[in-house]
Each structure stands twice: as C-alpha cells, then as structure tokens.
C-alpha cells in the first residue's frame, strides 16, 4: 500500500480499509493504481463508470461521491463478482461512452447511472451494459429518502441483472450500515466532496458527522484525511 498516495486521497484510503475488514462500510471506488480489485471468483466483473446529479440543484453534486462509495461497498461483499476499481464520470454518459470505459478496463460489465430529487426523496437510474456484447439493461430503478435504502435497492437490481445470488452471509454484509444517522452521512458525504478541494471545510463536516455518531469509522478516517491533506 502507498501511505503516500493514501494521504493524498481520502477515498483510497476508507477503500483500502474497509478491504482489510476495519469496518463494514468503505469509499467509492479509489484511483486504480492506489489498491489493489476486490478479485472474487466469479464469472463477472463490473466497474461503475459513472454517476451523475441530474437534478436541476448543483448543491447536491456531493451525493455522487456517496452512491459510489456506498454501491461499491456494498457489491464488493460479493464473492462471485470481481470489482474494477476507476475513477467514475459525472458527466452525462450514453451506453457507446459506457461501453468504451469497459472496454479500456477489460471489465465484462459497466454501470453507470444518475438521481434526482422525487417525491421528497431520491430517484436513482441505473444501466448496466455487456461490454463485449453492446447489450444494455432496463432502468434499474430506486426511491427512498435513505440514501443507504438507496444503495440496497439498486444492490440488488445489479445483481439480479448479473444473474448472481449472494450468500445469506453476503446479504448481510451487504446491508450493513456505516452509521443510523442520516444527518452524519451526509456531513461524511459532504466531507468527502470537499476532502480534495478544501480539506479545511471538509474537516468541519466531519467533525459535525462525529458530533453526531461519534463511532462512526468513516467519519475519524475523513477527519484524519483532511487533517494530513497537503493541500492545508
């Protein structure tokens, strides 16, 4: 593992982590070169290429980061699927883009998807598309106000879409939770965001995510994050 390349990027590290069994609940998916896959037995291999805030508020720009982070932790639990670790787009993105990305990774399988505020919570789409074969599923659908319901829902549908079926003990890791408190997930979402572009501001959301649920791993990792960031 590069310490250096850790410090640099809060993300790598909750990744890293959370793949040595610190904690049930990790990042999004770290830059390539900084971890090593998740290198599962299985027939499929899947990146998740992009997610996008298609929403007409900017402001919520800093859920990506946690739809990634909570979808990769949760999909790595499973054995029979191998996660590409990439950096992911937030761009608009259409099956050719897709498609491309999976090919230049060699992952069998590309997700890519975005939300938007509904009903006073969150509407999230996802595709998932055969890279070798172009073929592209039906929207994979998910509505909750809980992000981490959000996350089960459409864990699921990418499973099922894969034609997998975790172990009773993988559903379960699967469905572990980070933290009860929505009000610090975001502060840990919104820390996260920042963690790169303003680590003075990002220390201050994860101090108010500890305020909130003082045990909550991810939450002391971002802290440290922001705390050694040289960009201070």
Known sequence: MN????????????VALAAAGAWTCSATAPPPEAIKPHLGGGRHSLAIVGVRNASDDSKADFWAGSLYWL???????VGALRLVPRHYSVADMDARQARVMGQEIEARRVAWGSYSRSNGGWRV?????NVATGHVSKDLAAHSRDWLDVRDQLATEILQE????????????????CTGSEAALESMSRALFLSAR??????????QA???DPRCAEAHTLLAASLWSPAR
């Open 125 to 129: 789409i996802f595709h998932v598309e």
């Open 162 to 177: 894969l034609d997998i079926t975790p172990a009773a003990s993988e559903q379960r890791g699967m469905r572990r939770r």
């Open 210 to 212: 500890l305020g909130v």
């Open 3 to 14: 310490c250096q390349k850790l410090r640099c990027d809060p993300l790598a590290l909750l």
């Open 198 to 207: 303003d680590p003075v501001a990002a220390e201050t959301y994860a101090r």
């Open 71 to 77: 979808l990769n932790d949760a999909l790595r639990q």
